[in-house]
T-cell receptor
Framework: KAGVTQTPRYLIKTRGQQVTLSCSPI?????VSWYQQTPGQGLQFLFE???????NKGNFPGRFSGRQFSNSRSEMNVSTLELGDSALYLC???????????FGPGTRLTVL | TQLLEQSPQFLSIQEGENLTVYCNSS?????LQWYRQEPGEGPVLLVT?????EVKKLKRLTFQFGDARKDSSLHITAAQPGDTGLYLC??????????FGAGTILRVKS
C-alpha cells in the first residue's frame, strides 16, 4: 500500500495570509489526524477526523481548521498566519485498532 | 503539564554503547507506542506494546511496558550511527486518545 502523502512539502507565506495543506491517507484508513511540530513545543495534536467528522480536537485557536472528504482525504487550513505558526505540519492516518499513527513526510511551513 | 514524561531529553553516545530511554506517566494507558523520527521526515512506528509487563524485541531494540501500564522503556544494545534520531513514546488512553511525549534526541557518533 502507498504511504501517507502530504502536499505541498514546503511552503513560504507571509503574516496575515492563509494556507491550506493536503493529506491523502493510506488506502482503507478512515482516521486522519493532524499535528504541529516545533523544536520548542514538540509534537502537538491539532485534530482528528473520522468518517468526515471531527472526533477530537487539540488546544489550538480557531484559526486552525480542517475537514475530511468522503474518500478520507483531509485538508487543514490556517487563516491569518502568525510568525509562530512556522512549523512542520504532520498528517497521520490510522486503522484505529490501537490508534497506531502512520505519518506522512510533513509540510514545512515558514511564515515571514 | 506533560502527561508523558520522557527522559533523557538528549543523549549523545559513541557507537557500540548501550542506552535506555524512559517514558513515564501517572496515567494508565491501554497501550503504548514508540516512534523514531529522522530529520525532515515524519515519525515511523517502531512498536506497540499492549499487555502490562510485555517485552518486545526488534533486533537490537528492546521495548518494555510497565506492569501497571503507566511507563515504558526502550533499550538499544550496541548503538549504531543509523540509530540517530528523535524517539517518541505515545500512550493510548482508554477511548483511543493518543498522548505523545516530548521526545528523546539520540545522537550516535562513529
Amino acid at each position: 500500500k502507498a504511504g501517507v502523502t502530504q502536499t505541498p512539502r514546503y511552503l513560504i507565506k507571509t503574516r496575515g495570509q492563509q494556507v491550506t495543506l493536503s493529506c491523502s491517507p493510506i488506502s482503507g484508513h478512515r482516521s486522519v489526524s493532524w499535528y504541529q511540530q516545533t523544536p520548542g513545543q514538540g509534537l502537538q495534536f491539532l485534530f482528528e477526523y473520522f468518517s468526515e467528522t471531527q472526533r477530537n480536537k487539540g488546544n489550538f485557536p480557531g484559526r486552525f481548521s480542517g475537514r475530511q472528504f468522503s474518500n478520507s482525504r483531509s485538508e487543514m487550513n490556517v487563516s491569518t498566519l502568525e510568525l509562530g505558526d512556522s512549523a512542520l505540519y504532520l498528517c497521520a492516518s490510522s486503522e484505529q485498532r490501537y490508534n497506531e499513527q502512520f505519518f506522512g513526510p510533513g509540510t514545512r511551513l515558514t511564515v515571514l | 503539564t506533560q502527561l508523558l514524561e520522557q527522559s533523557p531529553q538528549f543523549l549523545s553516545i559513541q557507537e557500540g554503547e548501550n542506552l535506555t530511554v524512559y517514558c513515564n506517566s501517572s496515567s494508565v494507558f491501554s497501550s503504548l507506542q514508540w516512534y523514531r523520527q529522522e530529520p525532515g521526515e515524519g515519525p515511523v512506528l517502531l512498536v506497540t506494546v499492549v499487555t502490562g509487563g510485555e517485552v518486545k524485541k526488534l533486533k537490537r531494540l528492546t521495548f518494555q511496558f510497565g506492569d501497571a501500564r503507566k511507563d515504558s522503556s526502550l533499550h538499544i544494545t550496541a548503538a549504531q550511527p543509523g540509530d540517530t534520531g528523535l524517539y517518541l513514546c505515545a500512550g493510548v488512553k482508554y477511548g483511543n486518545k493518543l498522548v505523545f511525549g516530548a521526545g528523546t534526541i539520540l545522537r550516535v557518533k562513529s
